[in-house]
């Protein structure tokens, strides 16, 4: 049946991000309402008060339902973007990876926030964490890799948890604002470039300026 | 095809019970491998070095294949127990209280390790994120109550979320020690009822002897 997606979040490109790139991906038409006061009466729409929010509304019926909970939204919208693995055990592997995108990006966030001087705090998210995650998500791509073929996390074609990869590690490429950040995983570095061109849509889209800013600036100062 | 499956974690519930519940519930067939050492050849099969790790075993080939990350082994082995909702939107809304859960497990286990004096963690756990939790839940499940029915977070049957929820509450209820907990959640109270009596195989398996011990039994004694 046809439906609308509207998708609440704040300006910002953070949590909300790849929900939409997964919907741009597969050209699924999703509106965006980015504000910067989380206002009271969005607030008691969302289940657990948080953002990002997905209102799908049936166009025949006009009943509308309310999805939250990022990981929740980017499985519903990659359904539709047709970038879901088919088999149960591929679909498995993709959301496995999702999530461990999701602790990469819950590490750094709570690096941040940590308190700790700025020079201090980046320098043990590079040398611990980030070189955790990294060192992983490349091994994953060289374990996955076949001859004369794009680099996938899973199986042999785009799925949403390279999405939500690409997504993080751009945010992570800010925040550090380093030139050789990519030195050490020349996979990683062709997968970003594989998946921003994977698609027309996408790539208009990402290399556009309607893209919402990117998240914890300071690090980047 | 036919597959088997072996799910690997210490011996606790913890973040292992739920996927083991979703199997039971559905009679799908799991082998358990509970341990208190996490070896080096088991830690390095797991993709981000932790458990709980599910090993899928094409029984015609022999082809495995290893799922981590304890929300991907539930879905996979909800998709097998027949506990996934039918349309994509309840999929999402089951998804995202499942994610909802895990958080909860999160809050109460970060502070369960948050140094501060058994006495005034637990005070304060009861008096903020717990209650936050099973106020929300409470309200969920108010929510989508209809007449004559048993109680459900999606739609009028049951998923891997209400086993999800069912699953956290017994370690809150055990956790907390007190007769009383429920007392400002009758329908949490009813619903972990009915969860439990809601497949023959899975009141067996709850209400017998052969369950891992339960988590963080210090702020229990």
Redesign the interface.
């Known amino acids: 049946m046809p439906e609308s997606y509207t998708l609440h979040y704040f300006n910002l490109q953070a949590r909300g991000e790849a929900a939409y790139l997964i919907a741009v991906h597969g050209g699924v038409p999703v509106t965006r309402n980015l504000f910067s006061d989380f206002n009271k009466d969005l607030k008691e729409k969302c289940?657990?008060g948080q953002v990002p929010l997905?209102v799908?509304q049936d166009d025949v019926s006009g009943a509308t339902?309310h999805?939250?909970?990022s990981?929740?939204?980017c499985?519903?919208l990659a359904?539709?973007a047709g970038l879901i693995p088919t088999s149960?055990?591929e679909?498995?592997?993709a959301?496995?990876y999702v999530?461990?995108v999701d602790?990469f990006r819950t590490e750094v966030y709570s690096q941040y926030y940590s308190g700790k001087e700025t020079q201090q705090a980046k320098k043990e998210w590079k040398e611990g964490k980030m070189k955790f995650f990294l060192d992983?998500f490349e091994s994953?791509l060289v374990g996955n890799k076949k001859e004369d073929r794009d680099l996938f996390l899973v199986g042999s074609s785009i799925s949403w948890a390279d999405i939500c990869l690409y997504d993080a590690l751009v945010e992570q490429a800010f925040l550090l604002d380093e030139d050789n950040l990519w030195g050490n995983y020349p996979l990683l570095k062709k997968f970003m470039k594989q998946v921003e061109n994977s698609s027309e849509s996408f790539k208009q889209y990402v290399t556009s300026s309607s893209k919402p800013v990117l998240y914890m600036k300071n690090w980047r100062q």
């Open positions: 289940p657990f997905l799908v339902a999805i939250v909970q990981i929740a939204i499985e519903f359904k539709k149960h055990v679909q498995a592997i959301l496995q999530l461990g602790e992983k994953f």
